[in-house]
């Protein structure tokens, strides 16, 4: 079977104003859930819940302090599940919430678990969906960002594909936030020193590790036979056309 890890930024999942894009999510939600019935097994791992949460405690930006942040994390975390579970609901999709940290990924034991239990999820037709668990993290166990939490999911099923639905079309020669130059590519074949020179952080609030993170993401993938994909998540029905094999975003072989 084949397996897709999909990453969702916060960026594609939200308008400017921090509030939910409740279209977009219903149309990812519809793809996957496509995809579920085509036969393949399907992981989420969405961030988003800071966000959510930030909002129903009544604040008008984002929390600063670590202890704001994590109740922003522990109201936002159920609240954006439900919106998804009630999407996907709609086409007959069951959800699980797997909510992790680097102990997961260190701990020899734990890792094991976690493997087990998401072969257990998709043997059972069910889609995970992932997300760092913010609400108990501290700097030391924090894998930091989705896109390199959704590699080492990707690793952990021994995902065919890892794709990152993110704000830009994909890797860019330069950031394009800051040079109007930059050139798209649209394959990198290795993730060289010079490939790496090119990837810049995010030029907007919502993300947090703009290309440099989406490129250890790559690399994580590729140690495991995972090929990745950045794309655009403003049209999530563009992943059919690159399971078809259409050239849109950028391919990491
Ligand atoms: P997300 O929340 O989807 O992970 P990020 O903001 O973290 O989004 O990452 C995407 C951003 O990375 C782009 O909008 C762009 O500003 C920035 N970026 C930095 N370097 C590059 C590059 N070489 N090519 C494309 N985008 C880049």
């Given at each position: 079977v084949?397996?897709?890890v999909?990453k969702v930024?916060?960026?594609?999942?939200?308008?400017e104003n921090?509030?939910l894009n409740?279209r977009?999510?219903?149309?990812l939600v519809?793809?996957l859930s496509?995809l579920?019935?085509?036969g393949?097994?399907?992981?989420?791992?969405s961030s988003?819940?800071?966000?959510?949460g930030?909002?129903v405690?009544?604040?008008?930006?984002?929390?600063?302090t670590?202890?704001?942040?994590q109740?922003?994390?522990?109201?936002?975390?159920?609240?954006?599940?439900s919106i998804?579970e009630?999407?996907?609901?709609?086409?007959n999709?069951?959800?699980?919430?797997?909510?992790?940290?680097?102990?997961v990924i260190d701990?020899p034991?734990?890792?094991?678990n976690?493997i087990?239990?998401?072969?257990?999820?998709?043997?059972?037709?069910v889609i995970?969906?992932v997300?760092?668990?913010?609400t108990v993290?501290?700097?030391?166990?924090?894998v930091g960002?989705n896109d390199?939490?959704s590699a080492?999911i990707?690793?952990?099923?021994?995902?065919d594909?890892l794709?990152?639905?993110t704000?830009?079309?994909?890797?860019?020669?330069?950031?394009p936030s800051?040079n109007p130059?930059a050139k798209?590519?649209s394959?990198?074949?290795?993730?060289?020193?010079?490939i790496?020179s090119?990837?810049g952080?995010?030029?907007?609030?919502?993300g947090t590790?703009g290309?440099?993170?989406?490129l250890i993401?790559?690399?994580?993938?590729?140690?495991v036979g995972t090929?990745?994909i950045?794309m655009?998540?403003?049209s999530?029905?563009?992943i059919?056309r690159v399971l078809e094999?259409?050239?849109?975003g950028?391919?990491?072989?």
């Open positions: 084949e397996t897709i999909v930024g916060t960026s594609t999942l939200t308008y921090g509030r409740l977009r999510i219903e149309i519809r793809v496509d579920q019935n085509a393949k097994h399907v992981i989420l791992v988003g819940a800071i966000g959510v930030w909002q405690m009544g604040l008008d930006h984002r929390p600063n670590v202890p704001e942040k109740a922003a994390a522990a109201i936002g975390q159920p609240q954006l599940m998804y009630n999407f996907f609901r709609k086409y999709q069951k959800n699980a919430q797997i909510l992790l940290t680097h102990m701990d034991q734990m890792h094991e976690a087990n239990t998401l072969s257990a999820l998709l043997d059972y037709k995970p969906i997300n760092e668990n913010d993290v501290t700097d030391e166990i924090r960002d390199t939490l080492y990707a690793q952990m099923v021994k995902a594909l794709i990152l639905l704000d830009i079309d994909g890797f860019y020669n330069s950031n800051c130059d798209f590519i394959e990198v074949m290795k993730i060289t020193k010079e790496e090119m990837a952080d995010s030029a907007s609030d919502l590790g290309m440099r993170t989406k993401a790559a690399k994580i993938a590729h140690s090929k990745t950045i655009n998540g403003e999530p029905e563009n059919y094999g259409d050239i849109i950028t391919y990491f072989d």
